[in-house]
């Protein structure tokens, strides 16, 4: 088995309070200066800068898990990815079609811009990605898995936009993958809150909006490859593969 680092939940300029440093060439850079082997991309209900992000790593020799932080009905933050393009493209229509058309203010929550390989912006996005979608977390568990992806509720112990500031409890017929937990969680002080999903493995990532934020903490990851089929493994801790955090 290998260990590899992971930082799981990063946000790019298409996030509307995403810095406007975090471009995919330097969320890279950061990455490798970082020693991290895997990051997911996560931006708030879209993927639109996930296969940009994993084109630019191959070089690098970063695995990029493609996903999304999602806003469901109930305003509870969740991590999705997925094992392809098009399956990723799949749940990019469901979150379009799902996602209310508010507008963005961008004097308020800033600007939401796609760029290319060379950092020139290619489109701004008028609708705030800030805004819940019209599905449950029911719903949109179903959908993810329905597409053979990732299921994690984010960052348990904040206050707000958390399964637990939302809902109270974690549901116990909530198919989940894992449990996300922010960088300075101590890890006693959330497992009462997990009731029933006690089992499930903890990953904390940096949700980082900053450049200088990526990579701050880290899961490990120990597992034969980098491969989204492994990382699922290594999840569900099958075939002795498993995750750690510090």
Excluded: W
């Amino acid at each position: 088995m290998n260990k590899y680092r992971a930082d799981l939940h990063i946000h790019t300029v298409l996030s509307p309070c995403g810095n406007l440093e975090m471009s995919p060439a330097n969320i890279i850079k950061k990455a490798c200066e970082k020693g991290l082997d895997i990051i997911g991309i996560t931006d708030h209900n879209s993927t639109r800068h996930c296969k940009l992000v994993s084109k630019l790593s191959e070089l690098a020799g970063i695995f990029v898990l493609m996903g999304a932080e999602v806003t469901t009905r109930e305003e509870v933050h969740c991590l999705t990815f997925f094992e392809n393009d098009s399956k990723l493209d799949e749940f990019q229509r469901y979150l379009e079609k799902h996602l209310p058309s508010i507008p963005n203010n961008t004097e308020k929550f800033g600007y939401q811009v796609v760029v290319d390989e060379n950092e020139d912006i290619i489109e701004q996005i008028d609708f705030l990605l800030l805004s819940a979608l019209d599905q449950s977390i029911e719903q949109i568990e179903k959908k993810v898995h329905s597409l053979g992806g990732i299921f994690i509720p984010a960052h348990i112990d904040r206050p707000s936009y958390s399964i637990i500031s939302q809902l109270g409890f974690i549901p116990d017929d909530l198919l989940i993958d894992g449990i996300e937990i922010s960088a300075n969680c101590k890890t006693r002080s959330i497992m009462p809150s997990i009731g029933n999903q006690l089992g499930k493995s903890l990953i904390r990532s940096s949700d980082a909006h900053y450049i200088q934020d990526i990579g701050k903490v880290f899961t490990t990851f120990d597992m034969e490859s980098r491969t989204f089929s492994e990382i699922k493994k290594a999840l569900h801790n099958s075939m002795e593969r498993n995750v750690s955090i510090a």
